[in-house]
């Protein structure tokens, strides 16, 4: 294809996902406050973390006391509903955009990297869904630790606003943060990383961990931060344990010869990475003492010298 002819498919295929997207949206919209096939509305699902705190630790706004959040705002409700009816479309609509970048991408690859390829754009999603799902049961005890501080004195007015923010930055956060260890077996399977390159510095890779886990939550509660930071380190530690597996696999499969450098020789052995041995030359043999030729074999049968056709028949 030429350079025309790419444009014209990657605009092809952004334009199909931007579709998808807006779909995916209008339905995210729809189902944040009603029961789609009899599912749970989104703003339900997503409020659930607050509406489980004792009632009296949060502010009763309706006076039956229904769990409520507080819009200080005209136009607050209705952006805080687009704004999760995008989120949701985006996850609705991932099996189209996902698959046409891999439309895109996949006819300039090899077979080998077009299962690699798609391996790690699985598990991408996996872990990022893995993330945001602990991230979702890890709202409740967060909410909990820090909206019953003090609770005696006052009480938790949370706006819609607030809180959706709060729980949408942790679930993208957690998920994000969860594509590290994918990270560090790519970068291992291309070969920039090696095991032994950090195995010595696990300690210093857990200390960052949880500073990372400390500055990124953003309630600061140390629930979501030890989480977070177990999390991580864990993953990672398979991410290592998965280095140090592929590098043994490549040294089995990397020949000796290929470590050496331009100048060195490679060994004169039979074994692999050298060369065979020389056979060695045999002692000489003593070669026959010619038999002396009759007078008739000299002439030969139908001549009478050298020079007659019968000369050279004992030589031919």
Same mark, same amino acid.
């Given at each position: 294809?030429?350079?025309?002819?790419?444009?014209?498919?990657? #605009?092809?295929?952004?334009?199909?996902?931007?579709?998808?997207?807006?779909?995916?949206?209008?339905?995210?919209?729809?189902?944040?406050?009603? *029961?789609?096939?009899?599912?749970? @509305?989104?703003?339900?699902?997503?409020?659930?973390?607050?509406?489980?705190?004792?009632?009296? *630790?949060?502010?009763?706004?309706?006076?039956?006391?229904?769990?409520?959040?507080?819009?200080?705002?005209?136009?607050?409700?209705?952006?805080? #509903?687009?704004?999760?009816?995008?989120?949701?479309?985006?996850?609705? *609509?991932?099996?189209?955009?996902?698959?046409?970048?891999?439309?895109?991408?996949?006819?300039g690859l090899h077979k080998k990297e077009r299962r690699s390829t798609f391996t790690f754009v699985s598990l991408a999603v996996l872990l990022f869904v893995a993330g945001a799902i602990i991230a979702y049961f890890v709202v409740h005890y967060g909410l909990a630790f820090l909206l019953t501080i003090g609770d005696q004195t006052q009480v938790a007015a949370l706006t819609g606003e607030r809180y959706y923010n709060f729980l949408l930055a942790l679930l993208l956060i957690f998920g994000v943060s969860f594509e590290v260890p994918?990270?560090?077996?790519?970068?291992?399977?291309?070969?920039?990383?090696?095991?032994?390159?950090?195995?010595?510095?696990?300690?210093?890779?857990?200390?960052?961990?949880?500073?990372?886990?400390?500055?990124?939550?953003?309630?600061?509660?140390?629930?979501?931060?030890?989480?977070?930071?177990?999390?991580?380190?864990?993953?990672?530690?398979?991410?290592?344990?998965?280095?140090?597996?592929?590098? #043994?696999? #490549?040294?089995?499969?990397?020949?000796?010869?290929?470590?050496?450098?331009?100048?060195?020789?490679?060994?004169?052995? *039979?074994?692999?990475?050298?060369?065979?041995?020389?056979?060695?030359?045999?002692?000489?043999?003593?070669?026959?003492?010619?038999?002396?030729?009759?007078?008739?074999?000299?002439?030969?049968?139908?001549?009478?010298? @050298?020079?007659? @056709?019968?000369?050279?028949?004992?030589?031919?």
């Amino acid at each position: 294809m030429s350079l025309v002819e790419h444009l014209q498919e990657l #605009r092809r295929r952004v334009i199909i996902s931007l579709l998808a997207l807006l779909g995916g949206t209008i339905l995210g919209f729809l189902w944040y406050q009603h *029961s789609p096939f009899g599912l749970m @509305p989104l703003g339900e699902i997503l409020r659930g973390p607050y509406c489980a705190l004792p009632p009296e *630790s949060r502010a009763d706004f309706t006076g039956d006391g229904e769990c409520r959040l507080l819009a200080t705002g005209p136009f607050e409700m209705f952006m805080l #509903r687009l704004k999760v009816g995008a989120l949701a479309g985006l996850v609705l *609509s991932s099996p189209v955009w996902l698959y046409q970048i891999w439309a895109f991408i996949v006819p300039g690859l090899h077979k080998k990297e077009r299962r690699s390829t798609f391996t790690f754009v699985s598990l991408a999603v996996l872990l990022f869904v893995a993330g945001a799902i602990i991230a979702y049961f890890v709202v409740h005890y967060g909410l909990a630790f820090l909206l019953t501080i003090g609770d005696q004195t006052q009480v938790a007015a949370l706006t819609g606003e607030r809180y959706y923010n709060f729980l949408l930055a942790l679930l993208l956060i957690f998920g994000v943060s969860f594509e590290v260890p994918l990270i560090i077996a790519m970068l291992n399977i291309i070969g920039v990383l090696e095991y032994e390159t950090i195995k010595e510095k696990r300690r210093i890779i857990i200390l960052v961990l949880f500073v990372f886990a400390a500055f990124m939550t953003p309630g600061q509660d140390p629930f979501s931060m030890v989480v977070l930071a177990l999390s991580l380190t864990l993953l990672v530690e398979m991410a290592m344990q998965f280095a140090r597996w592929n590098d #043994r696999r #490549r040294e089995r499969k990397r020949p000796e010869w290929m470590d050496l450098d331009d100048d060195t020789a490679s060994p004169l052995s *039979s074994g692999p990475g050298g060369l065979a041995a020389p056979d060695p030359i045999a002692a000489p043999q003593p070669v026959e003492p010619a038999r002396p030729r009759s007078s008739f074999e000299q002439q030969g049968p139908g001549g009478s010298g @050298p020079g007659s @056709p019968g000369a050279f028949d004992d030589v031919l």
